[in-house]
C-alpha cells in the first residue's frame, strides 16, 4: 500500500515539477534510516539533456522535465506498494526512495521498468523529444547515513551516464546477482497463471458531491515468490515480451469479475483493455461471452481504454468498443490529459465517460493555469454528455474542487488505496 506522496511536503517545492527537492529526500531518507528500515534507491539522469535545451528552449526543457516528473509518480503509485517519495535532484536529476522491503533483484526491475516508461517519447512544441535516461540503484546499508547513500548514488550514475550501453549502475559497483533473467520470468509468468499468484485489487471509486462509494477499477498484481509483488505495468511489459497479453487479460478479467459478483446491485466495475485486446479481431465477442458467463450485468461494467491502446487501429477499436456498448457496457477513456490529447477521438469513439490524467488533479488548487484546463475539459465533456472521472485526488481540496467544477466522481490515496476483494466487500456493505 502506498503510504508515502510527495504532495505530503508542503514546502520546497520545486517550481517546474512540483515535487520535493534534495534536501525533502535526504530528510526523509534520514528519517527511514533512523528507524530501521529498509531502504532502496534510485537516481535518475538523463544523457545530453542540454541538447534539448540548446534545441527547443528553456521552455520545452522545463516541460518536458515536468512530464519526467509526472511519469515517475504515476510510476511509482502502480509499482511500490510501501512508502516511496520521489524527489528533484537538481539538475536533470531525479530520486525515487523506497521503504518497502524488496529484494536486490526486485529493484533491479524496478529501475529498468522505469527507465523504459522515461524513455517513451514526449510530445513538444517543436516535435517529439526522445529522452535517454539512465539511473544508479541502491540499497542501503545497516547504520548507513542518507549523505553516504546520496553520495554513492552520485558516483553511480555519473558512471552510468560515462558509458556508452549502460543504463543501471548500482552504487557498489556490481550488478544484480542471483536474479532471474527476462526468459525466466517469462517462463515464470505462464506458471504463475496456473498458481493463483495474479491477485486483482480493487481501486475504490467515489461520487465527487456526497463521497458515496460507487465502484472500483481492477487492477492486477503478481505475487512472484522470489520477487516479491510485481505491479500491473511490470507485469503487461513481461506478458508482451512473452507474447502472452491475451491470456493474461482474459486471467484478470475473469478473476476481477468473480471477485464482484457479492457487490450491492448500483456499484460499477472498470476493466482495462490492452492494445492487444482491441487488436485480436473476435475481442468484443469473447469478451462479452466472458462477462455473459461470469453473471455480473454488463450495465455494470466499464471498459477503460488509453489513447496507446486506440493508435494502432481508431476504425477497429471504435467498431470494437461500440459492440460492447451496444450490450450496455460503458466506455471510458483514460488519462485524458496526458500524451497527445487527440480529440478525434472524442467523435469517433462511443464514450460514456473522460478518466483525467493525474497531472490533471496534481497543481489545480494552487495554480489557475492548471484549474482552467480543468473547467475547459469539464465544459467541453459536458458538451458531449460525458461524465469526468478524477483520478490521483490525494486532498480534501482537490476533491471539493474537483466536485464544485463539476467532476463526477474520484479515485485517489484520498480515501481509499486499492485493496483486496475481501477488504472492498467489507468497505461496500460499510
Known amino acids: 500500500m502506498n503510504t508515502m506522496h510527495p504532495d505530503e511536503f508542503e514546502t520546497g517545492r520545486d517550481a517546474v515539477t512540483g515535487l520535493p527537492g534534495r534536501e525533502a529526500a535526504r530528510a526523509r531518507l534520514g528519517e527511514w534510516l533512523a528507524g530501521g528500515r529498509q531502504v532502496h534507491a534510485l537516481l535518475l539522469g538523463f544523457k545530453r539533456f542540454d541538447a534539448v535545451n540548446m534545441a527547443y528552449g528553456p521552455a520545452t526543457g522545463d516541460a518536458a522535465l515536468a512530464e519526467v516528473a509526472s511519469r515517475l509518480k504515476h510510476f511509482a503509485a502502480d509499482e511500490l506498494d510501501g512508502a516511496w517519495l520521489a524527489a528533484r535532484g537538481g539538475g536533470g536529476q531525479f530520486l525515487l526512495l523506497s521503504a518497502e522491503p524488496c529484494s536486490r533483484e526486485r529493484w533491479q526491475v524496478v529501475a529498468m521498468q522505469l527507465l523504459d516508461a522515461l524513455a517513451r517519447p514526449i510530445a513538444a512544441a517543436g516535435g517529439t523529444l526522445r529522452l535517454s535516461p539512465r539511473g544508479a540503484a541502491v540499497r542501503g546499508l545497516a547504520g548507513e547515513s542518507a549523505d553516504s547513500i546520496l553520495d554513492r548514488l552520485g558516483e553511480a550514475l555519473a558512471a552510468s551516464l560515462s558509458q556508452a550501453g549502460k543504463r543501471i549502475a548500482w552504487a557498489d559497483g556490481g550488478a544484480a546477482s542471483g536474479g532471474r ?66 491470456q493474461l487479460s482474459r486471467h484478470i478479467a475473469r478473476l476481477a469479475l468473480e471477485g ?12 482495462n483493455v490492452t492494445p492487444n485486446d482491441l487488436a485480436a479481431g473476435d475481442f468484443a465477442a469473447e469478451f462479452a461471452q466472458l462477462a455473459a458467463a461470469s453473471g455480473f450485468p454488463a450495465w455494470r461494467l466499464t471498459l477503460e481504454v488509453t489513447e496507446q491502446v486506440l493508435l494502432a487501429d481508431i476504425g477497429h477499436a471504435a467498431q470494437a468498443l461500440g459492440q460492447l456498448a451496444a450490450r450496455g457496457m460503458r466506455i471510458a477513456l483514460d488519462d485524458f490529459g496526458a500524451g497527445f490529447c487527440n480529440f478525434r477521438y472524442l467523435k469517433l469513439l462511443p464514450l460514456h465517460y473522460l478518466k483525467l490524467d493525474r497531472s490533471m488533479i496534481d497543481g489545480v488548487v494552487g495554480d489557475v493555469r492548471d484549474l482552467a484546463v480543468l ?53 461496500a456493505r460499510g
Not at 260 to 271: H, I, K, N, T, V
Not at 377 to 399: F, P, T, Y
Open 375 to 427: 473547467r475547459a475539459i469539464v465544459a467541453m465533456a459536458g458538451a458531449l454528455d460525458l461524465k469526468v472521472i478524477a483520478e490521483g485526488v490525494e486532498s480534501e481540496a482537490q476533491r471539493a474542487l474537483a466536485a464544485a467544477e463539476g467532476c463526477a466522481s474520484y479515485q485517489g490515496f484520498l480515501r481509499a488505496p486499492p485493496m483486496n476483494g475481501t477488504e472492498f466487500l467489507k468497505l
Open 181 to 246: 533473467s527476462a526468459a525466466q520470468l517469462e517462463t515464470d509468468l505462464l506458471r504463475a497463471l496456473d498458481a493463483g499468484e495474479i491477485e486483482v485489487v480493487y481501486q475504490p471509486q467515489f461520487a465527487c458531491l456526497d463521497d458515496r462509494l460507487c465502484g472500483a477499477e481492477a487492477l492486477a498484481r503478481w505475487n512472484h515468490p522470489q520477487m516479491g509483488r510485481i505491479g500491473a505495468g511490470t507485469l503487461f511489459s513481461i506478458a508482451e515480451r512473452a507474447d502472452h497479453v491475451a
Open 260 to 271: 464482484a459478483q457479492g457487490w450491492p446491485m448500483d456499484l460499477r466495475l472498470s476493466l
